[in-house]
C-alpha cells in the first residue's frame, strides 16, 4: 500500500472520527430512540412524545444568541469587561464571572465556546498561562451552574419547566439555595488566586451595530416569553425564523441542531420506555428511591439534558430531579456537553498539561457536587 493511500486513509479515519466525537451525543440518542421503536410500533401516540413548545423555545434562542455572536456582541462585551481589572485574581473574577452570568442567556456550551478563548487570551496576553488549568475548569463550572436560577438558563431547565408546569415563583424557591451555595463556591476558589500585578494585552474589538443589538435583544426576550406561556411557540417562531432571515440568515445555520435532535430523539426514547411495563415499573421504582441521586448518577453516563428528558417521565419529583440535572453536570468530562468543549479548547491551547488540567478538574468538579448534593439533601428535610 502507498504512502499517499495510507495518508489518506489516516485523514479519513480522522474525519471520521472528529465527526463522532463532535455529534456523540445525537447520534446515540437517534439510536436509543430507534432501537426502542422495535418494540413500540409507530402510532398516534408518537405524536404525544415531542415537546415542540421546548425545541420552538431553544431554536429560537439558539438562533438569537449566534445573531449576536456574528456582530461579536459577547466578545466585545467581555473584553470590555476583563480589561478593566488590574491584577490576576480579578482578572480571574471578570472571566469566570462573564461565563456564569452569561450561561444564564447563551446556555452553558454557547458561553464556553465564546468566553473560553478569552480566558486564553487574557492569560497568554500577560504570561500567565500557568493559570489555565485553574482558570478553564472555573470557567466550565461557571457555566454549568451558572444557569441555574431562571427557567431559560439551561436547556434541561427550558424542557422541565414547561413540562411540569411550573411557577416562576416555584422556580426560583427551588433553585435558590443550590445557585447560592454554588455561587459562593466558585467565588471561594476564585479567591485563592494571587492578587499578582498584571499588564492585558487584547486587540480591541469594532463596536457592535446598536440597531442590530436592540433587534436582536427584543428577539431574545420574545423567545424567553415562550418559556412562560406569554407568547404561543408558533408566532414566535415565525417571528424569530423571518427576522432572522430578514437580518441575519447566516446565524440560522449556526444554531446548535445537535441538540434539538437529541431532544427530538430522546422524547421518543423517553416517551417508548414508559410505555414498556417492564421497564417503566423497573425505572419508577429506582428513580423513586432518590431522584436527586439517581439524577446525579444518571447524568454521569449519560448528560444532564438526556437525563433530563428520560427521568421526567418516570418520578413527579420534580424539585429533586431538576436541582440533580443542574448540579449533575458537575463530575465526569461526560456529564455535561460544556465539559467536553472545555477540554477540547484546553487541550488545543495547552497539550502537555492536559494531566494537570483533569487533576484540577475532578478535584473541583467533585467537591462541588459533593457539597451541592449534600445541601439539596439537607434542604429535602426540611
Sequence with gaps: MSTSVRSHQHRGTVHVGAFFAKYAMPIIAVTLAVVTCIFVPFDREYLGYIDLSTLATLFCTLAVVSAFKNIRFFTWLAKKIVLKFGNLRNTVFALVFVTYFGSMIMANDMALITFLPLGYIALDSCNRRDKMPIVFVMQNVAANLGGMLTPFGNPQNIYLFGYYAMSTGEFLKIMAIPCAVALLLIVGVCMFVKKDKIQLYAEQEKTPSTWRSIAYAVLFVLSVLIVFDVLPWYA?????????????????????????????????????????????????HVVSLSPLLVGVTSCQFISNVPTAVLLSKFTADYSNLIVAVNIGGL???????????????????????????????????FSFLIVLIGVQLLVALF
Excluded: C, Q
Design 236 to 284: 414566535v417562531f415565525a417571528v424569530v425564523v423571518v427576522a432572522m432571515l430578514a437580518l441575519d440568515y447566516k446565524a440560522l445555520g449556526k444554531v446548535d441542531y445537535g441538540l434539538l435532535i437529541t431532544f427530538t430523539a430522546f422524547f421518543v426514547f423517553s416517551g417508548n420506555l414508559a410505555r414498556i411495563d417492564a421497564i417503566n415499573e423497573l425505572l419508577s
Design 331 to 365: 463530575g465526569t468530562p461526560i456529564a455535561s456537553l460544556a465539559s467536553l468543549i472545555t477540554l477540547n479548547e484546553f487541550r488545543k491551547h495547552n497539550p502537555t498539561a492536559i494531566k494537570r488540567y483533569l487533576a484540577v478538574f475532578f478535584a473541583i468538579n
